[in-house]
């Protein structure tokens, strides 16, 4: 292993000092593994036979257990840490993203960075795009203003086409065969507190509302009541381990690996459900174009505004939706959910 990363350094040294010939092939990254903004243009191009043309690359953080793999002409799954991983990197005429940055080896190469969401918390001390992308696509004129700042990146690149994974907002899956028969379906989709790639700490406390176990007994025993059932889906980076240990009728955890094993994405689900309970994420931008309830839940405003920050002007940008600092708001937020009135605010 030690012997394998010497010379993965040293092929990133050499690629960038040395002048690789670029091949027809097109490099495609997203996190998790073939999932979000990039898979949907991915999938596209595909339609259109474009896997014919070029030789195609998915760069993966782990192997991927995934019948489309093999179906698939002139497609190959690779690691990133490997020396063909690091070779399909630089040599490929064009590289699509959506989370982690791609190294830009030659000018001569196209670099399109789909976004994994807009600017909702401060990012710009920790994460900013290079200036050899290309082109980054954003949701709206509002939305490429604060992004340009948020990520430190000409306004110029940006293009306001909208995000290729909101397409599944609007189509129809009869959930109840994943979840069972209730009245309403909440996703609830939080951002990190503390995230497991770069140390930060946010705030004090892993998961808005449900600080202990009582306190999501309660939320359970509430939603029963209302025939709802609230699907958990944490943070990739979060430790919500305890959590996720109470085994409880209405209120669920789920994660990537369920998603997969049930052929539908992230966004099929939540398209599906009848309310968005999240916080500080860029998924609320996105769940506007539904026209559906928002809870938020910003029971740790003050400890993420002081720790990470927001970057745009938070009362004004996510008027649409209502807030949550308790266990009792949430439980209300839920009762005029179930009762179908607006709790939009």
Known sequence: MLIKNVMIHFLQKLYFLVPIPLKKSICFESQPDFSDNTRYVFEELILRGYNKKYKMYWILNKPLNNSFVNKTENVEFIERKSLKGIYAVACSKVLISCNSIFQKHSSRQKYIHLMHGSCIKDCSNHYQYPDNIDVVTDLSPYTIENDAKGFAFPKEKFVDIGFPRNDDLFKKRDISKLFGTFDKYVYW???????????????????????????????????????TLIIVKPHPSQDVSKLTE??????????????MSNRI???????????????????????????????LCWDDYKSYEENE?????????????EKLYSCDDLCSFIMRLANSEDVLV
């Open 189 to 227: 989709l939080p951002t990190y507190r503390q995230h497991n790639n770069v140390y930060a700490v946010h705030s004090d406390i892993s998961m808005p509302i449900l600080y202990n176990k009582k306190i999501a007994e309660k939320v359970n025993s509430f939603a029963r009541e209302k025939n």
């Open 246 to 259: 109470y085994k409880l009728s209405n209120l669920i955890f789920i994660d990537d690996a369920f998603l």
């Open 265 to 295: 994405s992230n966004y099929e689900l939540l398209g599906n459900c009848s309310a968005l309970l999240t916080d500080y994420s860029s998924v609320y931008f996105d769940y506007l174009l539904c026209n559906k309830p928002i809870g």
């Open 309 to 321: 920050g927001f970057a745009i002007d938070m009362e004004t940008a996510m008027a649409g939706g």
